[in-house]
């Protein structure tokens, strides 16, 4: 009698094993669900102060309507792509046009005078930190998770209930080159 206890006992224990790391993954999962999240909410954030800020240098940047567009069709693009890799790549890409869009607008001294325009770049600024803080978090919370897939005996769990690793927002190969901006010679 006492081996069916000590059966079921060990049972038991390995049950609430099971529960405590499935539960654990879960948590870690829905971490990764809510840092992505973030980065999200800051993205929609950016994709809307995007259209103020080129709407605002409109008038002052005539000869710059390449560079604008650019903006606008990578803001298009990084709207447009639904998974994370396809997005990681395009906001890259819009990072790197907006990079160069700042640095041509250095060239105009009529628009570092115009208050609204000045407050709409130190708002893109800030909010391409948060981005980059947000994206961190994200990437971090992503290791913790994609580890815990990965060891024994949470692999077990992971496999058994199908938990899938998240995907790295990880930067491409246009984020870690240096900005490169394309000055006219109009602007002077």
């Not at 060990?10 to 992505?36: H, S």
């Not at 890409?93 to 000045?118: D, I, Q, R, W």
């Amino acid at each position: 009698m006492s081996v069916v206890w000590i059966l079921a006992g060990f049972f038991l224990l390995l049950a609430l094993w099971g529960i405590c790391i499935y539960n654990r993954l879960v948590m870690l999962k829905n971490d990764v669900r809510n840092a992505w999240s973030q980065v999200d909410v800051q993205l929609k954030r950016r994709y809307d102060l995007i259209p103020n800020l080129v709407a605002a240098v409109k008038g002052f940047m005539e000869h710059e309507k390449t560079l604008l567009q650019n903006v606008v069709d990578a803001r298009a693009r990084a709207m447009a792509a639904d998974r994370i890799r396809d997005r990681s790549s395009a906001e890259d890409s819009l990072t790197n046009c907006l990079n160069g869009f700042f640095a041509v607008m250095e060239g105009y001294p009529v628009l570092k005078s115009n208050e609204n325009v000045m407050h709409l770049q130190e708002e893109l600024v800030s909010t391409e930190n948060r981005i980059a803080f947000s994206r961190q978090l994200y990437n971090d919370l992503v290791a913790n998770y994609r580890t815990r897939l990965e060891v024994f005996p949470d692999m077990i769990i992971s496999s058994l209930f199908s938990f899938r690793p998240a995907e790295y927002f990880s930067a491409g190969r246009d984020d870690l080159q240096l900005p490169k901006a394309a000055l006219s010679s109009s602007a002077q």
